[in-house]
């Protein structure tokens, strides 16, 4: 799988040996290696501490919301509406966890979305349980795809903008803080991601 991700990047710095402007090519290479490996060993890593849950402190869910939010809609594109919605509530989890998973998310849908709105939402499920709804207005994610959407080592292109690895991840992350990260297949007006915390 591993020798699946890195071969179609070097054989990209192969190709480009002796071409015009082949030393841009060589050193983006290089990045994208470096990068694609690095993304790997967190995975790897996640992967082997999954039973182990990260420590929790209590967050206030409004606070980090409205930062993440505030944070995310500077990339996005003009004339996309952001949305907030989150109640005054205090729950127990890893914020820098949590806030990574939110971020990403966030940075997904302003990368498929042309126009329209991306919104954060929060809901109280009971007691201990707690849902947040990532949705945006732009690319609908065919059947297909969704099948290995969260599955790493899908994505082989060299130099791949999206490298495959970032929704993986957060599922991981998400394992570890007690919860879920699932899209939402019955939303057909773009794409909505919910997870859910259990504290």
């Not at 989890?93 to 849908?109: D, F, K």
């Not at 994505?155 to 899209?183: F, R």
Request: hydrophobic share 35%; proline share 4%; charged share 25%.
């Amino acid at each position: 799988n591993i020798n699946t991700q890195i071969t179609p990047t070097l054989e990209v710095m192969e190709e480009a040996i002796g071409n015009p402007g082949f030393t841009d090519t060589i050193q983006q290479s290089i990045v994208a290696l470096k990068r694609r490996v690095s993304i790997m060993q967190t995975y790897i890593s996640l992967e082997e501490s999954r039973a182990e849950a990260y420590p929790i402190n209590n967050l206030d869910v409004k606070l980090l919301c409205e930062t993440v939010m505030q944070k995310a809609s500077s990339t996005f594109n003009s004339g996309i509406e952001s949305v907030t919605t989150v109640p005054r509530v205090t729950i127990k989890t890893n914020s820098e966890a949590l806030e990574h998973i939110l971020t990403y998310l966030l940075s997904r849908a302003a990368s498929n979305t042309a126009s329209g709105r991306i919104s954060l939402e929060f809901k109280k499920r009971n007691a201990r349980t707690g849902q947040f709804i990532i949705t945006d207005t732009g690319t609908v994610i065919e059947p297909e795809m969704q099948e290995t959407l969260f599955k790493p080592f899908t994505e082989t292109d060299p130099l791949a903008k999206e490298d495959g690895w970032g929704l993986p991840i957060c599922q991981l992350m998400a394992y570890k803080l007690n919860g879920t990260l699932k899209l939402d297949t019955e939303y057909k007006k773009g794409t909505r991601y919910i997870l859910d915390l259990c504290s």
